[in-house]
């Protein structure tokens, strides 16, 4: 029921109870007129008057309860209607034709901050400026309601928005209204405040995307169009996973959904794609909503395209870090590479070689051709440079015609020289510019880390004396800080020169040293070892050359031409009355990677008619560590033809025997290493005692090699060794003594030591 239906029902009872008034007015009224009447009448007629007067006194009481009974309804009616006006969240305000306020409730005197005594017969023109022409223009209706905005005013002045109803009281004959006014600044406030949440939405350069707690978008902005390609329509329903650009690890996700569980919520760069299929990276900051009852309800992204901010920073970086004229790094992060790579180089103990250059006379070409052209000319040095390093060398420019360039992963040291010429040769052919040919060398100092200094100061120092140095030995060459070093690379490069002419000049020859077997003393094998007489130089041992002819691949021809020739001579032998044994060839890791050579081995044993079953291959250890599903297969298929094989230097590598035995092998070597200090070092003995247990345990046979003494070889027969070679029995011998060996009865070969 609202008000008007109250004051209706409160007025209706009002008149019933004015029309008892009436009736009973009027019953009182009869009994007078019959009062009076009664003392005129006789008294026979006295009996029938009092009838009546007794029959109007009964009709008194029953309306005299009847309105009782009304009185008290409206009583309880007046009651509740003063309890819903003192409780009312509104101001009920009645008034006249004047506008005059006649009453009100208590809230209107809280709401406009006057006192009754103030408020009584105040005119309603002052509690709202414009009522009386809101009255008007509502006037046809019998209930008005403001629409438009309307304003209450407070005592202290200040304006608030109201909402008002006016209407017209039926109880009254003098005219009188009732206006309800609420107070509606706060839903204003929340409206306002909604229309501003749109605007935000709509409006933000950022894009927002809104979810279900299912990750399913409910809504987007316009800015996620623009940045991401998508409508609202293409992605409404849709996981915000159809913008995602498999760069980042599902690890990546998994710690920003926990994040987002654990504290709400999570921000950071995040690369996605957009509809085109781009990839661009963007700031999002996600926040999780809960409900009321503390659930997530939604999930809500605000993201930003950081492409151009990326770019910015790119190019800051590219200008604090790069040379504007060569694009290459400059000085500040040379230093900050070569500090990096010296780090690294010391957890993996390798060396850095910094290479410190020097254009030479380029101030000529840029005091007579101008700096224009000396730039270009940088320009195209820098280029030059870039090419004839590897990816992983780090070429700089420090100042003017200054270079560095920082090698790392380098083990040998004339690889060092290999790339030092390969920066010489790179300015073999001249640079051209404005019609002009020029000439550019450089000279090159190069020094190492660690063996010539441990900070970058003195790194640059060293290199920079270098770098003199080549200058004053007559430009274009480089030289290496230490003189030792020189020395070594000049030495090395002569070796490799040597080599290279060794086979076609035939300086190689070879020796072959007896196997003993311990049990028998019988001779059951010999190793072959190759060796090499330069003519000036005189004999150099194979543990020199041999690294050289495998990094140059020298050692192709060469192993060919040892196993060719070995294998000649056993035939040889075999037709000279010898018995078999078994040959062991050293084998190198070059040639076992190198494809085609199992049939290029056949071919050998075709040729000379040696019998597979009488050759065994010495690999070492170091070369089944690497690629062991290629090794095992080419060792498979040489088994096939009969050959079998011995691991060389057996404990000097970290392979253990259970690695071994995936390799189809026979036999192990224990390391001239162990054997030397096996009577001494009771390490080398344990070491030894254990490589021999566990080699039988493998139905491996071991041969000890370098046995120079009888103890040690009382030592290594006590412990089961199948086999002996070294000098106590046999130095390596020319095929001519080896015969004679061989042939010489075997209690000749039974020497003392
Ligand atoms: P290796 O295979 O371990 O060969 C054994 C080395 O120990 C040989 O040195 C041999 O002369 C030496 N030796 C033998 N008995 C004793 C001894 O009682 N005391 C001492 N101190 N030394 C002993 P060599 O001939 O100088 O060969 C050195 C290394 O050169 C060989 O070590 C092998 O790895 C390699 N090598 C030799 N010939 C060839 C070859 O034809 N091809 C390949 N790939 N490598 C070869
Ligand atoms: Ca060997
Ligand atoms: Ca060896």
Redesign the pocket.
Known sequence: MNYFEFEKALFIKSEQIRELQLELDETNRGILILTLELEQIEEEKLREGMETVQQLQKELEVTNQGLLALTVELDQAKEKYRNILEHANEAIITFNEKLEIESFNPVSLALFGYSEPELLGMSLEKLVPGFKKIKQEQSNNVIAQSTPLVFGCRKNGLFFPVEITIGEPFYNENKTWMAIIHDISERKKTEQGLRLMSRIFEDSHDAIIVTDMHSNIIDVNLSFTAITGFSKEEVIGKNPRIMKSNLHPSSFYSAMWDALKESGRWSGEIWDKRKDGEVYPKWLSMSAVKNDFGEVSHFVGIFSDITSRKKAENRLTQLAHYDSLTGLPNRTLFMEKLNWSIDLANREQRQVVLFFLDLDRFKIVNDTMGHQVGDQLLVNVANRLRHCVRKVDIVSRLAGDEFTIVITNIDHIEDIAIVAQKVLDAFNTPISLSGHDFFVTTSIGITTYPDDGLDIDKLLKNADTAMYHAKSMGKNNYQFYSEAMNQKVHDEMELENNLRKALENEEFFL?Y?PQIEVSSNKIVGA????RWKHPKLGFI???KF?PYAERSDL?LPI?YW?LETACEQYVKWQQQGIPPFILS????GVQLKKPGQVELVASILAKTGMNPENLKL?LTESVVMEDAENIINTLHKFKKMGISFSI??FGTGYSSLSYLKRFPIDTLKID?SFVDDIATDADDEAISSTIIAMAHNLRLSVVA????TKEQLNILQAKGCDQV????FCH?LHHDEFKDFMLASPEHRHHEG
């Open positions: 020796h040293q190793e072959v070892l190759v041992s194979p543990a041999i050692i192993g040892v060839v050293n084998y190198s010495e060389d230097d001239k090699e370098g046995v120079e070679q070294g000098y106590y390596p």
